[in-house]
């Protein structure tokens, strides 16, 4: 393929995305094929010689789309949103087409510099007070890792990187048990060991990190000569929506002098709208704040803003200047933003941000949020009503958890999860589950781009259609 015959095809693949999205109500959300009926079905090995993209594409249609689950279906109710709005996806074929390598401001001036102003006003939208500053990097994952390894650097006075950890003092971090698995591989990652996270239990309705347990468990740590090193917070955890008491952590980490980071990698879209900042109450106190504009907001994946209320020591941990990186202007306020990523290369993230922002303003993507709060909300209540159906946990945003109990089931943990099996076999909505206290229960988010308030309706009526029949059949 050249570009004149990427002109054509280019149209003609802008024209498929256009008609895979109005026709995603028609496909099962979640993909219906079996493992390995999709490697199957594709040769061993690459071919010898060129073959036609008319063959290619007939493949990607008969051969690889049976096999997707639909991320972008408007009853995607499961895990969290991974929206793309179609402003987004316009922006990502600039992005993939100008094909920039923005590791440096001199790589990419404009691509440096849009990530700053970008950033900036998402800083502004959700909150955050000026000084604050931000990076986009690929996910929450890494995130969250780049602020594990700043832990672990500022606690051990800059010696990691530079000596290691044999010898050095046992590093402690602490979460809840309500925190996202990305911590954990934070933790293995960064050389600090599983064994070393803290694991604070959780309080209340708002499953919130116990704060008198907290303390104690660093006073216990450094009495034992432990060197506690961080404390990370979620707020709207992927379970269940759990959320920290941010202001009452911020206490015991300033008195503790220990570095914070909070992860409101789906949560932290919300913030948009001022009348949900109050979930985030002493955010402003944090060192290291994490949400996804690829969640919630629109934004294709992958685009994390990272906010750093001051990045001096994040560069510190991760800046290397080795002479092919070093760049004219380096004194001259310049930023590279490869010094607060941990990959080199970066994608330029920015541009799909700064057409979503614009092309919708802030207050369409509130208009969005508040639909899908709202349109939750009223499922809970619809299904609180019905009988057989209890809510375990109560709304936090779009997010609430339910759990299906009829008289006479011996094992409700089976009987839900047979029902979550049920749905998604159907194909009408996708939900996952989750545990509650030990007890399986069924998670609900309302979150796609597309969603609308009949989606959700066509989502209760699916729930209390099936869960009768499986009943029935587990006591057949």
């Not at 996910?139 to 800059?158: G, I, P």
Request: glycine share 8%; aromatic share 8%.
């Amino acid at each position: 393929m050249d570009w004149e015959d990427f002109r054509t095809r280019g149209k003609d693949a802008a024209d498929w995305a256009a008609d895979y999205h109005a026709g995603l109500r028609e496909r099962p959300v979640r993909a219906q094929t079996k493992p390995g009926d999709i490697i199957a079905q594709l040769p061993p090995s690459a071919p010898e010689q060129p073959e036609t993209i008319d063959a290619i594409l007939n493949d990607l249609e008969h051969k690889i789309m049976p096999g997707m689950t639909h991320w972008q279906h408007p009853r995607f109710f499961a895990y969290f949103p991974a929206n793309a709005a179609p402003v987004s996806v316009l922006a990502e074929s600039y992005v993939t087409a100008i094909a920039a390598q923005c590791m440096l401001w001199q790589t990419s001036p404009a691509a440096t510099e849009l990530e700053t102003r970008t950033c900036d006003w998402m800083r502004q939208a959700v909150g955050l007070p000026d000084g604050f500053s931000g990076v986009i990097q690929d996910s929450a994952s890494t995130a969250t890792l780049c602020a594990v390894l700043t832990m672990r650097e500022r606690a051990l006075d800059w010696a990691g990187n530079r000596a290691g950890l044999s010898g050095q003092p046992r590093l402690r971090i602490y979460a809840s048990g309500e925190v996202h698995t990305s911590i954990d591989r934070a933790i293995w990652i960064a050389g600090i060991g599983e064994a070393n996270l803290v694991r604070i239990p959780v309080t209340g309705p708002s499953r919130a990190m116990d704060v008198t347990a907290l303390q104690a468990a660093i006073t216990a740590d450094r009495a034992a000569g432990h060197l506690p090193a961080g404390i990370i917070t979620c707020v709207g955890g992927t379970g269940v929506g759990a959320t920290d008491n941010i202001a009452a952590v911020m206490d015991i980490a300033e008195s503790e002098g220990l570095y914070t980071h909070v992860d409101a990698a789906w949560a932290g879209a919300a913030m948009i709208c001022p009348e949900f900042q109050d979930i985030w109450a002493g955010v402003a106190r944090a060192d290291s704040v994490v949400l996804n504009p690829h969640k919630w907001l629109g934004a294709q994946f992958d685009c994390t803003t990272h906010f750093l209320r001051d990045p001096t020591s994040l560069v510190r941990t991760l800046a290397i200047q080795p002479e092919y990186l070093k760049s004219d202007g380096a004194d001259g306020g310049i930023i590279n933003y490869s010094e607060w990523s941990v990959p080199l290369g970066r994608r330029f993230r920015a541009l799909k941000l700064w057409f979503l922002l614009r092309a919708h303003g802030l207050d369409g993507l509130r208009g969005m949020i508040r639909n899908h709060v709202k349109w939750a909300k009223g499922l809970a209540g619809l299904l609180a009503e019905t009988a057989d159906f209890e809510i375990v946990t109560e709304p936090m945003l779009s997010l609430f958890s339910f759990r299906y109990a009829p008289d006479g089931v011996a094992d409700l943990d089976a009987l839900n999860q047979q029902l979550v099996n049920a749905i998604n076999a159907d194909g009408r909505i996708y939900l996952t589950q989750t545990r509650v206290d030990g007890d399986l229960v069924i998670r609900f988010q309302a979150g796609s781009w597309s969603c609308t308030a009949e989606d959700i309706a066509t989502a209760f009526d699916v729930i209390i259609e099936l869960a009768p029949k499986v009943a029935a059949q587990m006591s057949a």
